[in-house]
């Protein structure tokens, strides 16, 4: 089994440059070589990003099989909405591919993200608890 906190390392070293690529891919104009390559590197970057968080057990609330949360529920969203979105895209389906990026950046990294500055969690006690108290 992989120790706990390489797993958080892995993660972080995926989420937070796929936070930056994937507000930066947003913003910008679609179609260009660059949103394409960015687009790749952001959805290979979020597909690891939530294979690891998958094999990390919840801490926090309850937890089916000992190990899965609420939170892996936005692993699940992200693992589903990508490939809906290479899909959509290559079938001509704009709409589609447009919003399964928005709610994989919506969900799987807003959302996710605050869930994890929540009393008890990790980034909680690093980024807010030993600041407040």
Known sequence: MIDYMTLVGWHLGTVLP???IGGWVLA???GTRVH???GWLYVVLMMI???VTLLMPALVGPRLFNHFGFIHLF????LGSLPLAIWAIRNGRREWHRHSMINVFIGGIGIAGLLTLMPGRLMHQ???AWWWY
């Open 28 to 30: 910008r104009r679609k």
């Open 126 to 128: 690093w980024l807010i």
């Open 75 to 78: 692993s699940l969203l992200v």
């Open 18 to 20: 796929a936070a930056v």
């Open 49 to 51: 990003t939530a294979l």
């Open 36 to 38: 394409k390559r960015l």
